[in-house]
Nanobody, 120 residues
Framework: QVQLVESGGGLVQAGGSLRLSCAAS????????MGWYRQAPGKERELVAT??????NYADSLKGRFTISRDNAKNTVYLQMNSLKPADTAAYYCNANIATMSLDNGITYWGKGILVTVSS
């Protein structure tokens, strides 16, 4: 069994910063990729950023303002969020593709989501 636990969300004023963390635990043989998605009220869930073997991919609108990183020893992914805007208000979800046995390609797991609220 694999769990993803997010932390670091909360309320921040526009222009401020937050750092989200997501730690994977349980039966883990290999983590192929980790990332972050978000869902604002009334909107579809969208990609924020992913990271695989040190290579990062970002939504075009967020590149340069958000930074994703990964600590392989801790099975943890981070999202540094700078210059936050009210439009960034959303539930943020951790995502990971994890193999639990040596001979599988991995499956996708999701965290429960944490709220980020940016006030004007």
């Amino acid at each position: 069994q694999v769990q993803l636990v997010e932390s670091g969300g909360g309320l921040v004023q526009a222009g401020g910063s937050l750092r989200l963390s997501c730690a994977a635990s349980g039966r883990i043989f290999r983590i192929n990729a980790m990332g972050w998605y978000r869902q604002a009220p009334g909107k579809e869930r969208e990609l924020v950023a992913t990271i695989t073997n040190g290579r990062s991919n970002y939504a075009d609108s967020l590149k340069g303002r958000f930074t994703i990183s990964r600590d392989n020893a801790k099975n943890t992914v981070y999202l540094q969020m700078n210059s936050l805007k009210p439009a960034d208000t959303a539930a943020y979800y951790c995502n990971a593709n994890i193999a639990t046995m040596s001979l599988d390609n991995g499956i996708t797991y999701w965290g429960k989501g944490i709220l980020v609220t940016v006030s004007s």
